[in-house]
């Protein structure tokens, strides 16, 4: 089966959540075919903010609300992060949701210290494998891009997810290590970013894109500009060059340690 794929790549309002979740509501609403799976960027609804004390909801506020009704109507999973609060700590966390209002997390494990995101959240420890009609999807978060030991695909996922903040100043890496880890793990790699300047006057130009598991570029959303863009998955294809050209099984063996 393959899986459609739809990025959605907005122009955040900063640390304005009932105005973020109308605006990607409404970009939501103009999708025009079916789609399996909807991703939105990191911290969707508040933008790349330390303040996470103010900002901060529970699992049962109305982010997670908005994400489970969405998703039932829609009939597909949605995913993007959020700032969470959690036995008095903070987490930017990444929610799976299922139609059936079921849903996965991923809390980010590599904290961005250029911006002093460690002074402001705890970092997650545990990896996130999710099935869903038949794939297994790997989803990271932003800064995570930039370690390849905790992008390791073991031959346990199918589609690796970033869903980021990336600023234009790093643009030229995101690229680059984006079709890395499609190479290196013989995976699809999708990385969804945000558009326009955040209340730190730090500008984003989006340049959501996808990569096949050679490294060939799927789709690639316009630079500067809120807009949605979807793409089909082949799982035969997948299984295909992985059969024919099995680098995995030559990888080194490792252990992770916590």
Not at 162 to 182: D, F, G, I, T
Request: with cysteine; aromatic share 12%.
């Amino acid at each position: 089966m393959n899986l459609n794929v739809t990025m959605v790549q907005p122009d955040l309002i900063w640390e304005n959540t009932e105005k973020n979740l109308a605006r990607l509501e409404d970009m939501i609403m103009k999708i025009k075919d079916p789609t399996d799976l909807i991703l939105l960027p990191e911290l969707f609804s508040t933008g790349f903010s330390m303040n996470a004390s103010s900002l901060a909801e529970d699992m049962n506020g109305p982010t997670i609300h908005w994400l489970k009704r969405l998703a039932s109507d829609l009939s597909c999973c949605i995913a993007g992060s959020m700032i969470v609060k959690e036995s008095g700590n903070f987490f930017n966390r990444l929610v799976f949701m299922f139609p059936s209002g079921k849903f996965d997390v991923y809390d980010k494990r590599h904290l961005f210290r250029m911006g002093k995101e460690h002074e402001y959240y705890n970092p997650g420890t545990k990896k996130l494998i999710v099935e869903y009609k038949k794939w297994k999807i790997r989803p990271l978060i932003c800064y995570d891009l930039r370690f390849p030991v905790w992008s390791r695909n073991c031959m346990d996922y199918d589609v690796l997810l970033y869903l980021a903040s990336w600023p234009e100043s790093r643009k030229n890496v995101w690229e680059a290590l984006l079709k890395a880890r499609a190479i290196e793990n013989l995976s699809y790699v999708i990385g969804v970013s945000r558009v326009g300047k955040d209340g730190n006057r730090i500008n984003h130009t989006g340049d959501s894109m996808v990569f096949d598991f050679k490294g060939y570029p799927v789709l690639r959303l316009p630079e500067n500009i809120e807009t949605i863009g979807s793409v089909e998955l082949n799982k035969d294809e997948l299984n295909e060059f992985r059969s024919s050209f099995p680098v995995h099984l030559d990888a080194d063996k490792f252990q992770l340690i916590q």
